[in-house]
């Protein structure tokens, strides 16, 4: 069975400052891809960053790049110059090729000013 | 564009009553669909996928159905809530690997 495992419930950070989110998950999967997705107070859920678990190069969307080690199944976020609107709970999540997610229990930010 | 609709926003339903929470999509078409629940607090689980007209995959037994009656429409009920059905549920459809969400129901059963 696939599993996600996000190891911190809640982190803070102050603005302008850098944050890492741990994530390490579990797939029997040969081709599967990792998530990063933010769920602002809306609850709205945002697709922030995706990996593709073939490809060695860690993934990078303007402030927020994935540490991606395949061998310790490791996924770690960081979200760099953190602002305001980063404040939300940030899920961890891999899958394969059809989009039937499994999801972290999440870790819930607050970026302090 | 494609954009994925989903209501009611907030249902309140005593216990033992019918569910019903619709979602429909616009801009594609034969998309892979999803509903997650999530429980006060907690990560998103899967209940329900399916690729086609007709074709549901349940991931967890429980209280809860599925249907597609049409392309575009995925269709969550139950025929007799319990309290354990509380949570947000939400809508998604995939392109490829990428899942994108509907904006959610609240439901609170009492």
């Known amino acids: 069975a696939q599993t996600v495992t996000q190891s911190q419930p809640e982190m803070s950070v102050q603005e302008a400052e850098t944050v890492t989110l741990s994530c390490t998950y579990d797939?029997?999967?040969?081709?599967?891809?990792l998530f990063w997705y933010k769920q602002p107070p809306s609850r709205q859920m945002i697709l922030v960053i995706r990996?593709?678990?073939?490809?060695?190069q860690n993934a990078t969307e303007n402030r927020f790049s994935v540490n991606f080690q395949k061998a310790a199944k490791s996924f770690s976020l960081k979200i760099s110059d953190s602002q305001l609107g980063d404040t939300a709970m940030y899920f961890c999540?891999?899958?394969?090729?059809?989009?039937?997610?499994?999801f972290g229990k999440g870790t819930k930010l607050s970026v302090k000013p | 564009s494609q954009t994925i609709h989903q209501w009611p926003a907030t249902l309140v339903q005593p216990v033992g009553s019918p569910l019903s929470l619709e979602c429909t999509v616009e801009?594609?078409?034969?998309?892979?669909l999803y509903w997650y629940r999530q429980a006060a607090g907690r990560g998103l689980q899967l209940l329900f996928y399916?690729?086609?007209?007709?074709?549901i995959s349940s991931e967890v037994p429980q209280n809860l159905s599925a249907s597609r009656p049409q392309d575009r429409q995925f269709i969550l009920s139950s025929k007799k809530l319990l309290l354990s059905d509380s949570g947000f549920y939400l809508c998604?459809?995939?392109?490829?690997?990428?899942?994108?969400f509907g904006s959610g129901t609240q439901l609170s059963v009492l």
């Open positions: 999540a891999s899958g394969g090729s059809q989009g039937n997610l499994i």
């Open positions: 797939t029997s999967e040969s081709n599967y891809y």
């Open positions: 990996q593709e678990a073939y490809k060695q």
């Open positions: 801009g594609t078409s034969n998309p892979n």
């Open positions: 399916s690729v086609g007209i007709g074709q």
């Open positions: 998604a459809w995939s392109v490829r690997e990428k899942l994108f």
